[in-house]
């Protein structure tokens, strides 16, 4: 079912672009020349050209290294915040949609309440009030995007919990702690994983949104976010300043939804066979 | 083997008691097979799953069932259901498809199943798999070991699940209209395979169907349950050929003898819905020989000729 998945070619470009997104960003200074917060004001606001092949910004710094050095925290930030966010997101819904009972409504009450209030406020509050900075960034993300995650999760594991297969597993003798790990949970990995590759994209986009607005990641260190702020200011003049980074945050973005797409329909056309085929 | 006596179940709604289950009885010896027929909604599974422990937790529990020298499992532990469910019940679903767990391949469920209910390890449970396997009629067992469920089609699945419930050498074998969902065919290869396990293993075995056709055929006793109620119970050749009460003898009358007059018969009133409680007896609304005092109290069941019957018209007895 994945290698099918493979098969098709935009997915496979996909994967190949973020491959290569990550590999140059890791790699970075081993591929270009210029160091990302290297100034030279001799250089500032070049255009796209031979020695700076995307251009240079106020400070004549190289923007094609600042872009990759941006990919690079922007995608730090993003799976961490993902981390974060399927690991608390799956076991609080897990253990909730388990255990029911009180635990499960004191559960739903929390999310409920959380529910209620702008995950943007909540991030915003909790950026300012962890300083910003890579780290709190990535943390205030997590610790909002893990709740629509454990509702989801839990919703998959009550309605398997209901299914026939784990009533004739138990009517098979199996313990409740084996039904749970062998049954239960790995039923719930379909949905995890699309929830996982969806939140990759909405970290990087809530990254940028705070960047932009001043509470992301603090210079001179650029993540995608902070390279497009500084674009916008000059934008008339030098619009490749503002141009690449956006370009670059939405072929990134762009990836992951697909990639994300790709997966929920594999499980899915997994789930319910040959129908969903045509 | 089985014996169960009194069996009622009742949920409570809104204050009201609703019984889904009355006085059930019955007693069932080692190789024999009791058929439970009824409409849907009449309380097939309910038996069934009363038999699993599966209703203990339930307040509305009356009666006592005694199962393979547990002598009241409506009252066991956890662990010794789980014990019964292991050693000495199999069990096979009504929807094979969607009993086996999605996500994993057959090998690894049936390694499961079979080393929890025969102690064996892992990789001596993939042999027996394939054994199981050769056994319900698969040529190729390491090819469908490999598979997942929604590969299979609903016979095969149901096919690994007669495998399953024979895996621990059953003394009791409860199935839950285990042909309605399949093929004529399958149908009656599923039914061939019980039997033949039957004979193998000499279990007991429940039988809920609507095919009266296998009913005939592989049930010792048949037991005609009605909105919850046990409405006529004896000798599978007595009760098809002469049944008694006035359901039973629409049911395999429409079975029997399928013409115009009889089918126009059938449908004759509103069956009663369970949480109306009518005095009476629940057929009277379709109940094409009723006189006055079934509306009044509910019959009980009576013994006559080699079995029991519900029904004010044999309240005597005797056949008028
Ligand atoms: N948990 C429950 N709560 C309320 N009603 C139930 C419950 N389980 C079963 N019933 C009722 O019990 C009746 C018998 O159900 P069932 O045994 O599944 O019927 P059958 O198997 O004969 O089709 C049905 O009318 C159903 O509505
Ligand atoms: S008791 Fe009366 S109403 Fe009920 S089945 Fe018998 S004759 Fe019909
Ligand atoms: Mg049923």
Known sequence: ?278 | MIDVADLSVSIRKDKAVIPLLKNVSFRLGPGETLGIIGESGSGKSLVTYALLGLLNHTAGLEGSIAVCGCCNLLKAGRKEISQLRRQKIGYIPQNPQGSLTPTRKIKAQMQEVIAVKTGLRWKEAANYAAELLVKVGFSEPGRILRMFPHQLSGGMCQRIAVAMAIAGKPEVVLADEPTSSLDLLSKTEIMTLLGKAQKEYNFAMVLVTHDLGFALKYCNTLAVLYSGRLVEMGDTGELCFYPRHPYSKSLFGCFFNETQERQSALFHGEPPVFNNRVPGCRYFACCRERITACEVQEPVLVRIGTGQVACWLYDGGENR
């Open chain 1, 1 to 278: 079912m994945l290698i099918k998945t493979l098969k098709n070619r935009l997915v496979c470009a996909c994967l190949i672009l973020i491959g290569l997104y990550a590999v140059v960003s890791v790699g970075g200074t081993i591929f270009f020349q210029y160091e990302p917060n290297t100034q030279d004001l001799l250089q500032a606001n070049t255009g796209p050209g031979v020695a700076h092949w995307l251009g240079t910004d106020y400070l004549g710094r190289d923007l094609l290294a600042r872009i990759v050095y941006g990919i690079r925290i922007s995608l730090t930030i993003a799976f961490f915040a993902t981390l974060i966010n399927i690991t608390v997101g799956f076991l609080v819904g897990s253990v909730s949609g388990l255990l029911g009972g009180i635990v499960d409504r004191l559960l739903v009450g929390v999310l409920d309440i959380f529910w209620c209030v702008p995950p943007f406020l909540i991030v915003v509050m909790l950026t300012v009030a962890l300083e910003p900075g890579i780290k709190n960034i990535f943390i205030a993300l997590g610790l909002v995007l893990w709740i629509p995650t454990a509702r989801m999760i839990r919703g998959e594991v009550r309605v398997i919990r209901n299914s026939p297969f784990i009533k004739f597993a138990r009517l098979n003798g199996a313990g409740s702690f084996k039904i749970m790990a062998r049954h239960i949970l790995p039923n719930c990995i379909p949905v995890l994983l699309t929830t996982a590759a969806f939140s990759i994209p909405d970290a990087i986009m809530a990254e940028a949104f705070l960047s932009i607005v001043g509470l992301g990641v603090q210079a001179p260190n650029a993540s995608l976010g902070v390279l497009i702020s500084d674009g916008l200011q000059s934008f008339r003049i030098y619009p490749w300043q503002w141009f690449f980074p956006v370009l670059t945050l939405t072929m990134l973005v762009l990836c992951f939804n697909i990639l994300g797409d790709a997966l929920h329909e594999a499980y899915s056309s997994k789930a319910k066979g040959l129908l969903e085929h045509d």
